[in-house]
């Protein structure tokens, strides 16, 4: 029993306005959670309401990360300086490692409706900050899906069982969508180096319930321990989360608006790169 994650800290979002005006809940990246390394972001962006999200993100830059958005209802549409581009609907994610420099923008397809989705950002290594950068569209028939004893993961990063999520990453993370039935368990080997968290975005669950349970309520993130085993238990009828883990960097993080690095000056480098228009060269 003492290989289960207990909680080490949790925390709830913390509503922004980002991009040309979408209201935003930011779960990591607030003045209530930095990071958990190499987890530099994670916003939710869930609304009915047309004018929440209608002004998108317009073009802007990024070095230094990877970005990756799940659209669980709704469609966006992808334009980047590398000539990449599509729609991103119902269970896509699209997975695009800035690297050295692009310019991308991510606007709404739609004028109506429910948009709910999320956007992630992994600081790359020091070693892998100025790569060329890579894009991947994900659709929900690339990503496997393991069912069963309560319990519906949609693999989009790492392995669960014998499945394997599509993503190629630069950086060893997991990144499971959950659905978890009431008293269902989702059990999870990880590596104890690994930093791990979840996300409830919809009921409520009872993390570490054979040790030390807790209910953790929707619009919660629960940050575990370093140990060896996930443990998460269905509380509501229908609970849903996010579960990531990945290794840390153990590097300095140095924020700049759009661009994560590992100094001050390779920040300010950086905004000179992209004013002067060679960022994305």
């Known amino acids: 029993m003492d290989d289960i994650c207990r909680i080490k800290n949790e925390v709830n979002g913390f ?7 979408v209201k935003l809940n930011r779960i990591i990246g607030s003045p209530r959670l930095d990071h958990i390394d190499p987890f530099v972001l994670l916003d939710e962006f869930k609304s009915d309401n047309a004018d929440d999200y209608i002004r998108g993100f317009p073009t802007h830059p990024h070095r230094g990360i990877e970005t990756i958005t799940l659209m669980i209802k709704g469609s966006f549409r992808h334009k980047d300086s590398k000539g990449n581009g599509g729609v991103l609907t119902d269970g896509c994610v699209q997975w695009m490692t800035a690297g050295r420099g692009i310019l991308h923008s991510e606007m709404p397809d739609q004028k109506e409706g429910l948009l709910w989705g999320y956007q992630l950002w992994l600081s790359l290594p020091a070693k892998d900050k100025m790569i060329d950068p890579r894009y991947q569209h994900l659709s929900p028939d690339m990503m496997p899906e393991y069912r069963g004893e309560g319990l519906k993961l949609s693999l989009i990063s790492g392995k669960f069982e014998t499945l394997e999520g599509p993503a190629k990453n630069w950086v060893k993370s997991n990144y ?6 009431k008293d269902a368990v989702f059990k999870f080997e990880i590596d104890k180096n690994m930093n791990s968290f979840c996300y409830i975005h919809t009921g409520y669950v009872i993390i570490a319930p054979s040790v030390k349970p807790k209910k953790v309520a929707q619009g919660n993130l629960v940050e575990f321990e370093n140990k ?3 443990e998460i238990q269905g509380g509501s009828e229908n609970a849903g989360l996010l579960f990531l883990s990945g290794y840390p960097n ?4 140095v924020k700049g608006g759009p661009f994560v690095m590992n100094t ?7 905004f000179m790169d992209y004013h002067n228009g060679v960022l994305q060269i």
């Open 250 to 253: 153990n590097e300095p993080i």
């Open 228 to 230: 060896t085993i996930i």
């Open 264 to 270: 001050e000056q390779e920040i300010e480098q950086a």
């Open 15 to 21: 509503s922004v306005v980002d991009g040309a005006g």
């Open 176 to 181: 499971f969508n959950i659905g978890i039935e």
